[in-house]
């Protein structure tokens, strides 16, 4: 038998994509945790799939497989737009799936069919795709690339994230000389809110603040 692993020897450290955040309910009777993938997303993993390798990334990894032509963020952004719709446990579900909003069916039934009209619809990494009308459906018709929108990439470059108390011009700027994501600074900066429901509070001497004054 070997001993139980502690959870400061697991969080944070990288298994192929797969970095461990927290703790979650068991799966099956086997450890779990939830993990920021490479590409940004979270997903539960056993511990010892995590540690044998068998899974590897979110899901994303076999996704580009199969797709080997098409660039990552064309592939993220597929299944972004089809985990806000159809995944109850996506953080943003409340606001498309929730509501309503859908993935036309020739993009849902054949995910090629996506990639292809990005490619010739004004996709290049960094956009994100924007529905026209938000009341909508995902549809070619109703698609389009924009620059992300404020509150996400842009606020993050104006503020300041201390951790450990010591100050970093961006939450990317942190991450490099920690060696973590981007994701697991802001988390351990502003806390995060668990698919759980649960809270998990900001680490000690870890925050974040406007580098300009609020108005
Ligand atoms: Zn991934």
Known sequence: MTARVTDAEIIGVKHNMLT????????????????????????DVQLNHLRNGRT???????????YPNVHRSIINCYRGMKKRCYDTKNKSYHRYGGRGIIVCREWLDDPSLF?????????EKGLEIDRKDNDLNYSPYNCRFIKSKPNSQNQQRSRYWFVDGVRYESSRD???????SAA????????????????????????????????
Do not use: M
């Open 20 to 43: 461990p955040i927290v703790e979650v309910e068991k799966i099956g009777d086997k450890r779990a945790f939830r993990c920021e993938c490479e590409c940004g997303e979270y997903t």
């Open 174 to 180: 942190a991450a490099s000389v920690l060696k973590c």
């Open 56 to 66: 590897q990334s979110c899901g994303c990894l076999r996704e580009q497989k199969k």
């Open 115 to 123: 990639h292809t009209w990005a490619i010739n619809n004004g996709w």
């Open 184 to 215: 697991t600074i802001r988390r351990r900066c502003n806390g995060k809110v668990l698919q759980s429901g649960n809270y998990s509070p900001p680490d000690p001497n870890c925050w974040s603040e406007p580098k300009y004054s609020e108005k």
